[in-house]
């Protein structure tokens, strides 16, 4: 738009942090939460989580960053953040601010957390359409996906679409990638489920406050490391032929499972 450049990717966060700051907000006053509080809560957040995600992205892929380009270390329109980075880093953080500001910890964590694989999915959506990062491996399935060679114009050393420059590397003649698993998109529709899975728990069966956080912990863990079989973006490996990822997601299930029966033992989380 004239001189402004919109980024797909950041575009799309942008749209799932105000979607999920709305239903937030008209959440926690249904509740009877102070709403003003939990909003300033997600913005704080949506901060430390933005920070944590960038901060895991440089200790899992160093060689992607050079202290001769500053820029790059900040350059978040060009992607570069992992989620369990984020996660680790929001909740340190909301349970601080919440303790600060003695806001019931597990009830805003139940009114809140529906809504993170909301924004999660969005943000999903952003991988896809802005230029293919979190691939996954090449396929014969129906559902593969080609990634357009980015520039077109074949002269050109290819700069974007990763799963392009994966296979064909920087001087490739082909306009598109083989196809491969949308991993963005199993994401996606898996974290939507996980959504209306955590509404309907809380609504029809929640035995005790914190029961939707260590819900979300254990479905996410248990998505993420499925849809890691299918990633084909390389991501570290270092665990028995386990990718980091899928060891964070083992991680989180866990705890998920440790805080079920932590809480079940502690009367004063109990529900009517």
């Known amino acids: 738009i004239g001189p402004l450049k919109l980024h797909t990717y950041g575009l799309f966060l942008a749209m799932a942090f105000l979607l ?6 008209w959440d926690s006053k249904r509740s009877g ?3 003003q509080k939990v909003v300033d809560l ?4 949506l901060l430390a989580g933005i920070i944590g995600s960038r901060v895991l992205h440089i200790l899992m892929f160093p060689e992607e960053y050079s202290w001769s380009d500053p820029i790059g270390w900040i350059a978040l329109w060009n992607g570069g953040l992992v989620y369990q980075g984020g996660l680790i880093g929001g909740i340190t953080f909301c349970y601080i601010f919440m303790r600060k500001k003695k806001m019931d910890v597990w009830r805003t964590a139940d009114v809140v957390l529906p809504y993170l694989p909301l924004a999660h999915a969005v943000g999903r959506l952003g991988c896809f359409f802005g230029y293919g990062c979190c691939y996954g491996k090449a396929t014969d399935s129906p559902l ?9 114009d074949i002269s050109q050393p290819a700069t974007g679409s990763p799963a392009y420059v994966d296979y064909f590397g920087h001087l490739g003649r082909q306009l598109w990638s083989p196809p491969v698993h949308p991993t963005q998109l199993y994401e996606f529709f898996g974290l939507l489920g996980v959504f209306f899975l955590l509404l309907y728990l809380r609504k029809h069966w929640h ?19 499925f849809i890691e079989i299918f990633r084909g973006d390389h ?5 028995a032929g386990l990718s980091d990822q899928q060891v964070f997601s083992i991680l989180f299930a866990l705890a998920g499972v440790g805080l079920f029966l932590i809480m ?6 109990r529900t009517a």
């Open 20 to 25: 999920s700051l709305y239903l937030i907000q």
């Open 33 to 35: 939460l102070d709403a």
């Open 42 to 45: 997600t913005f704080w957040t």
């Open 144 to 152: 593969g996906v080609c990634f357009p060679r980015i520039p077109a």
């Open 207 to 225: 035995p005790y406050k914190g029961f939707v956080f260590a819900s979300y912990l254990v479905c996410y863990g248990v998505l993420r490391f």
């Open 235 to 239: 991501n570290p490996t270092r665990f």
């Open 264 to 269: 079940r033992r502690r009367p004063s989380l």
